[in-house]
């Protein structure tokens, strides 16, 4: 049975879906409990925060509203039962705008337990290329060899070829990568070192040569 609280709830969900600020900051002020934990009811345990950064993201004001949450009070860092914080979502729908506004307020750029496991891991693994851009472009340090295929981050990728002893899924999970993003110059680097024409990851589909064959982007 919905209680007066679920129905708030609901309500809020709307406004944020909708952005509409005026009623989200009416909510907030009647009942600033309601955005410092889960909401309950129908959205069990899902925090007003990750509902601005649920997919298909970019909600309208979106970055707005992010903003005035964290400011009444929400985490930006909290987590929902997946381990997922905001940021995660946002990186996974990748809504670069609200990306960004979390980023100014506190959130954790290299949040662990993911989906696939930081923020920008979920962005390249989901070919969010706008925020995986943009975690680059905060000063997210590259430190996986996949990261910096699928940027294109050539001068890095040698680095770590040179520095980690990749193993051969390394070099071929790097190379998956650049093939679906069209890193060519990473790509060709790669396979030179061995990387295997038919590895798949776990998260995905399709070979590397089906992934090019596909283009950038695709999901």
């Not at 809020?12 to 909708?18: F, H, N, P, T």
């Not at 929400?74 to 979502?89: F, I, K, M, V």
């Not at 070099?171 to 024409?197: I, K, P, Y």
């Amino acid at each position: 049975m919905d209680t007066p609280e679920h129905g708030l709830a609901a309500e809020l969900v709307s406004a944020i879906q909708a952005g509409d600020i005026g009623t989200v900051q009416r909510i907030v002020a009647s009942t600033p409990e309601l955005i410092t934990g889960p909401l309950g009811g129908p959205f069990k345990t899902r925090t007003a925060l990750h509902v601005v950064t649920d997919w298909p993201g970019y909600f309208p004001n979106g970055p707005q509203i992010a903003r005035l949450l964290v400011a009444a009070g929400a985490d930006p860092n909290t987590l929902n039962p997946g381990d997922e914080s905001p940021l995660h979502w946002a990186a996974s729908s990748d809504d670069a705008d609200v990306t960004a506004a979390l980023i100014d307020v506190g959130a954790d750029i290299e949040a662990p337990d993911g989906s696939i496991g930081t923020p920008l891991d979920n962005a390249i693994g989901y070919a969010c290329w706008h925020v995986a851009a943009l975690l680059a472009a905060r000063g997210l340090r590259v430190d996986k060899l996949w990261h910096a295929a699928a940027l294109g981050m050539l001068d890095r990728l040698q680095h770590l070829i040179d520095t980690t002893n990749p193993t051969s899924e390394d070099m071929s999970q790097a190379f998956w990568h650049a093939c679906n993003v069209g890193q060519r110059r990473a790509a060709e680097q790669l396979l030179t070192l061995g990387a295997d024409l038919n590895w798949v990851p776990d998260y995905a589909a399709g070979t590397p040569l089906e992934r090019q064959a596909v283009g950038r982007g695709a999901g």
